[in-house]
């Protein structure tokens, strides 16, 4: 009697101990999937927090490569969203289906739009490139006019100073006479009473006709001038002259006859005579005397 129920009391256990292991068995294997299952989860966070990342940065990239404040405002806009959403993204658990859904979405409408906004700058870039190339060329057109403006320039004022050089007068044949008491010429200077300066003012086609002052210079063998004190302008100076006379020039060759009457001491040596008309120099010589 005890034998027969022995036997299925037996039995009753055995069926109870593979009841449990195979629910032991079970229980393993679903937390192995769970385990599995939480590890893909924040393989997948940390992919969509890796994106995010990069989103942001590539915002900052865009706005150094654009000049233009209205679309870096923007730009501006959208990458603190981006980082927002980052934020939101590193604080939610992994496991957290609906958020991490939404998140999902979120980056997807991310990744839309930066890739609008990169179409976009591309396409402002390739404008702005073609725009700098054209005012490259508009740039060397002008610099290539304001050359040749300024090669005619030098040439007309080149042309202009040959002119006028062209145009000055010319004093030729200066010659420096001493003459004595009884108007003869010596070359004692202790007996000079008059100096008598001749010189021509040379034929020129080119200089204007009229009225012309001319103004004689005569330095001493000491530094000093021989002069009443009168001045002209020379080189934006004043110099003192010793003789001024005016004459009527044609264009023809004109001979000039000056005279200093001498009232000071004169000493042997070098003069230097200088002629000077229309704040020019025109003609210079040494004379010396014994």
């Excluded at 930066?114 to 610099?143: M, P, W």
């Excluded at 040749?148 to 006479?177: P, R, Y």
């Excluded at 001749?198 to 080119?206: G, L, R, S, Y």
């Excluded at 210079?217 to 005016?246: A, C, D, H, W």
């Amino acid at each position: 009697m005890k034998k027969k129920i022995l036997i299925p009391l037996i039995l009753l256990l055995l069926l109870l101990a593979a009841g449990v292991g195979y629910l032991y068995y079970n229980l393993d294997q679903q937390k192995k999937v769970n385990q599995d299952m939480q590890e893909l989860a924040e393989l997948d966070k940390k992919e969509m927090q890796n994106e995010y990342e990069q989103f942001a940065q590539q915002y900052s990239e865009m706005k150094t490569q654009i000049n233009n404040d209205s679309i870096i405002a923007q730009l501006t806009q959208e990458q603190l969203r981006t980082q927002q959403l980052l934020k939101e993204l590193k604080e939610v658990k992994a496991n957290d289906a609906r958020e991490i859904t939404r998140l999902k979405k979120e980056l997807a409408t991310c990744r839309a739009v930066i890739r609008s906004y990169v179409l976009e700058i591309d396409s402002l870039n390739r404008l702005n490139e073609n725009l700098t190339a054209e005012n490259t060329r508009v740039k060397g057109q002008f610099e290539e006019a304001t050359r040749q403006i300024e090669s005619l320039n030098t040439e007309k004022s080149s042309l202009s100073e040959k002119v006028a050089i062209a145009a000055q007068l010319d004093a030729t044949g200066i010659s420096m006479s001493l003459k004595d008491k009884k108007g003869k010429n010596t070359n004692k200077v202790e007996k000079a009473k008059n100096i008598q300066i001749n010189f021509n003012i040379a034929k020129n086609v080119t200089a204007s006709n009229g009225i012309r002052t001319l103004y004689v210079r005569i330095m001493t063998p000491t530094g000093g001038v021989l002069t009443n004190g009168g001045t002209f302008n020379y080189e934006n100076k004043s110099l003192q002259y010793s003789m001024k006379k005016g004459i009527e020039y044609t264009g023809n060759e004109t001979p000039v006859s000056m005279y200093w009457n001498v009232a000071e001491f004169l000493s042997a040596g070098t003069y230097k005579v200088s002629v000077f008309a229309d704040g020019q120099m025109i003609g210079s010589r040494n004379f010396s005397f014994n």
